[in-house]
């Protein structure tokens, strides 16, 4: 079954920084791009950043470029976000997505971590 | 950026009702459209791809259909574990990867 997991989420005050990672099981991780999309409270989903499978091409949102940093280890099966300078905006659900098919439709998803900024 | 405006944002059906959702893109995007169903406290799930591509496994009441700027979700009988929000996005070879802003559906 494929699978992703991510952790790392919490509480964090403004200007901290919080890195998260995403876990992938059952799906041959290196041949994939990967996401992180996310969901502030009682809103929608937002793109947040990608990384093709080999890490050459990296995108972000507007929103986070210059704070967010995407990376991943394939010997690790592992995603991650780096997030700094984080503001009150930044609270949100994250969800990693695998990006699949010929044209990047996200499935799976993750599960969901809570990243909380308040002070 | 390609922009997606679902419509309604908000939907009261009953069970059986058949139901549908239009995603409008602010410019032509081929049949480049997924469709997710989020429920409270889940991950989004993918229903359609390329606009009208079941994706395993998903009932064969929901369907996709349109191209270009416009582009409809149908749910042909509602069953009471349809009752969900629903987004469609932009599918593309490289970001960004935009959303619409969601279809709340709510039992009647």
């Known amino acids: 079954e494929v699978q992703l997991v991510e952790s790392g989420g919490g509480l964090v005050k403004p200007g901290g920084s919080l890195r998260l990672s995403c876990a992938a099981a059952g799906l041959t991780f290196s041949g994939h791009s990967m996401n992180w999309v996310r969901q502030a409270p009682g809103k929608g989903l937002e793109w947040v950043s990608s990384?093709?499978?080999?890490?050459?091409?990296?995108y972000y949102a507007d929103s986070v470029k210059g704070r967010f940093t995407i990376s991943r280890d394939n010997a690790k099966n592992s995603l991650y976000l780096q997030m700094n300078s984080l503001r009150v905006e930044d609270t949100a659900v994250y969800y990693c997505?695998?990006?699949?098919?010929?044209?990047?439709?996200?499935?799976?998803w993750g599960q969901g971590t809570l990243v909380t900024v308040s002070s | 950026d390609i922009q997606l405006t679902q419509s309604p944002s908000f939907l009261s059906a009953s069970v059986g009702d058949r139901v549908t959702i239009t995603c409008r893109a602010s410019?032509?995007?081929?049949?480049?459209l997924a469709w997710y169903q989020q429920k409270p406290g889940k991950a989004p799930k993918l229903l359609i791809y390329a606009a009208s591509t079941l994706q395993s496994g998903v009932p064969s009441r929901f369907s996709g259909s349109g191209s270009g700027t416009e582009f409809t979700l149908t749910i042909s009988s509602l069953q009471s574990e349809d009752f969900a929000t629903y987004y469609c996005q932009h599918l593309n070879s490289y970001p960004p990867y935009t959303f619409g802003q969601g279809t709340k559906l709510e039992i009647k």
């Open positions: 990384i093709s499978s080999r890490s050459v091409y990296i």
């Open positions: 410019q032509g995007i081929s049949s480049y």
């Open positions: 997505a695998r990006a699949y098919g010929d044209f990047n439709w996200f499935d799976p």
